[in-house]
């Protein structure tokens, strides 16, 4: 129901924003840092001045929560996706809703949208989730121009490489799929995490990505030949618990204690 922000370079926190009444799900900076957008379960998107804690927008017409918030590169623009199958794109000064995509129709309605993600031009906005596809949208015209098919089961995130010319996507068929973003064709498909992957990200350079999952691993990939080349390994939070003979849990919640490190 509210945010932090606090100094990367130390501990200190800096603001509390309030005024979301339910599960927050997304947040971003703009490009200039001088404001942040928020979206939740509550189905809007506020737009705060971070510094003041003042709203400047609260942001209504999502009818589902809101999983995704990215600014335009210009800052002018912010994109967010939900899951009432829709993407809108917002006027930063305004507060006005400029542009609404629809994800319905492929894959039996499954259009929930977990992710979305501008390209460094800003001319393309890429968008996945639920119906296993990914869409780049031309951000000028509203038109979809590709469809992009490989994965097997939800996609939860979507990023574009420094130059745009790449775009790599990953989600609960733990795959990486890096696709060619002018022909729509797919460059390659990375194997190795062994459960959801939920978040991935290029490196300035766009040499390497890196991708992060449920298997408590990070990994990363060299973008050109598509070779993992280091796994960072978290320990789970429960390793070392041992839960054989133990009583009043479910088999199910016995299922998760292990995936997070218990033993028995």
Known sequence: ?????????????????????????????????ALIASGGE??????WEWQTAQTRFVLHGHTG??????????????ASGSGDRTIR?????SGACVALYS????????????????????????SAGDDCLVRLWDV?????????????????????????ALLASAGADQT???WDTATGQRRACLHGHH???????????????????????????????????QILRMPGPYLGMKIQGATGISATQKAALKALGASG
């Open 42 to 47: 509550d189905r809007t998107v506020r737009l």
């Open 140 to 164: 000028a015209s509203g038109v979809q121009r590709q469809t992009l098919r490989g994965h097997e089961k939800y996609i939860t995130a979507v990023a574009f490489s420094p130059d745009g």
């Open 65 to 78: 929560g809101v999983n995704r918030v990215v600014f335009h590169p210009n800052g002018q623009l912010l």
């Open 89 to 93: 794109l917002w006027d930063v000064q």
């Open 195 to 229: 459960s959801v992957i939920y978040g991935l990200a290029f490196s300035p350079d766009g040499e390497l990505l890196a991708t992060n999952s449920i298997d408590e691993t990070v990994r990363f990939w060299q973008v050109r030949t598509g070779e993992c080349i």
């Open 1 to 33: 129901d509210e945010e932090w922000v606090s100094n990367p370079a130390g501990d200190d926190l800096l603001q509390t924003l309030r005024g979301h009444t339910r599960v927050i799900s997304a947040v971003a900076f703009s490009p200039d840092g």
């Open 176 to 178: 990486v799929q890096i």
């Open 103 to 126: 994800v319905d129709g492929d894959n039996s309605g499954m259009g929930l949208v977990r992710s979305v993600d501008f390209s460094p031009d800003g001319a393309l906005l890429a």
